[in-house]
């Protein structure tokens, strides 16, 4: 559901029961919508500390691969960006 600033909201949950019998897909790193714009530190309430900046590597190293990255049609994640991460490191 995308808001006025192009935000999504999904519940991921649900979202992963349907996606549960879909095809897997490979798609290259380079064709994944959003690995060079700013995610997670837009805003005053999400800014990049040194802590938070330190945060993000550990999630992303600490993801399981084994869960699905969920793509939009555009090739926009709608979940598992640490999981593009890890898949790009």
């Known amino acids: 559901m995308p808001s006025e600033d192009d935000l999504r909201i999904w519940d991921v949950d649900r979202l992963?029961?349907?996606a549960r019998n879909l095809p897997v897909e490979e798609v290259?790193?380079?064709?994944i919508w959003g690995l060079?714009?700013?995610?997670?530190?837009?805003?005053?309430?999400?800014?990049?500390t040194c802590r938070a900046?330190?945060?993000?590597?550990?999630?992303?190293l600490d993801t399981d691969p084994a869960y699905p990255i969920?793509?939009?049609?555009?090739k926009r994640?709608?979940?598992?960006?640490?999981r593009v991460l890890r898949a790009a490191l």
């Open 36 to 48: 060079d714009g700013v995610r997670w530190f837009v805003d005053e309430w999400h800014s990049p």
């Open 28 to 31: 290259p790193i380079s064709e």
């Open 53 to 60: 900046a330190l945060e993000h590597p550990r999630l992303v």
């Open 70 to 74: 969920l793509l939009e049609q555009d």
């Open 77 to 82: 994640v709608v979940d598992g960006m640490h």
């Open 16 to 18: 992963v029961e349907l």
